[in-house]
């Protein structure tokens, strides 16, 4: 079955620290794509990145980086030196595939809640 | 703008009654999802549609029912069926399959 595991349940972080949020997913599909999802208090889930189980190169877009590793099936997000804008709730998810296609449904981690002090 | 768009913001309804959400979306995008979301959880898909007229149940579709009769939209009813409605449901649109979905502002069910 797959599964997405965000074991950090709540961080609390001071303004310009960095800051990773791990991500942990079980599949066994040979193709898939991971996908992180910002929720500030508005509610609306916004995209943040997707990557697909080819590409393990890093990404890195301004303070976010993410670093993906198919070895220990993680997908962990680093803020880096973060500001109070950055608290909110992020969500990795996982795409489910169902033999070769996919139904375009995501699987979702329990979510981690960042809270940056200033 | 395009986008999706969630009504109402806040729902209130009594218990036994049926509620429907609505979701419009001007993206032109094929698939359309609910889902819904608990405190602390994250988000559980409740039905999703590749195309007009077609429908799938997803993993926690009792008590809900959905139609898809135009490209643009897709309600969720909430029926009396439903034993917890209380909740925030969120409606997601994507282009088709691996591409990521966006997400509408949700709707905020409260049943009392």
């Known amino acids: 079955a797959q599964k997405v595991t965000q074991a950090q349940t709540e961080i609390s972080v001071v303004e310009k620290e960095d800051v990773t949020l791990d991500c942990v997913y079980e599949?066994?599909?040979?193709?898939?794509?991971l996908f992180w999802y910002k929720q500030p208090p508005s509610g609306e889930l916004v995209f943040l990145i997707r990557r697909n189980s080819f590409d393990e190169q890093n990404e890195i877009s301004g303070r976010y980086s993410w670093n993906f590793q198919k070895s220990t099936s993680s997908f962990n997000f680093t803020i880096t030196a973060s500001q109070v804008v950055d608290s909110a709730v992020y969500f990795c998810a996982l795409s489910e595939a169902v033999g070769s296609s996919n139904t375009g449904k995501l699987i979702f981690g329990q979510g981690t809640t960042l809270q940056v002090k200033p | 703008d395009g986008g999706i768009t969630q009504s109402p913001k806040y729902l209130f309804r009594k218990e036994g009654q049926n509620v429907t959400l609505s979701c419009e979306q001007n993206?032109?995008?094929?698939?359309m999802y609910w889902y819904r979301q608990d405190p602390g959880q994250g988000l559980r898909l409740i039905y999703y549609s590749q195309i007009v007229n077609d429908f799938q149940k997803g993993d926690i579709a009792e008590g809900y029912s959905v139609s898809r009769e135009k490209k643009e939209s897709f309600p969720l009813t909430v029926t009396s069926a439903q034993k917890n409605p209380t909740a925030f449901y969120l409606c997601?649109?994507?282009?088709?399959?691996?591409?990521?979905?966006?997400f509408g502002q949700g709707t905020r069910l409260t049943v009392v």
């Open positions: 997601a649109s994507s282009p088709g399959s691996w591409t990521e979905a966006f």
């Open positions: 993206l032109n995008h094929d698939a």
């Open positions: 599949t066994r599909d040979t193709t898939y794509y």
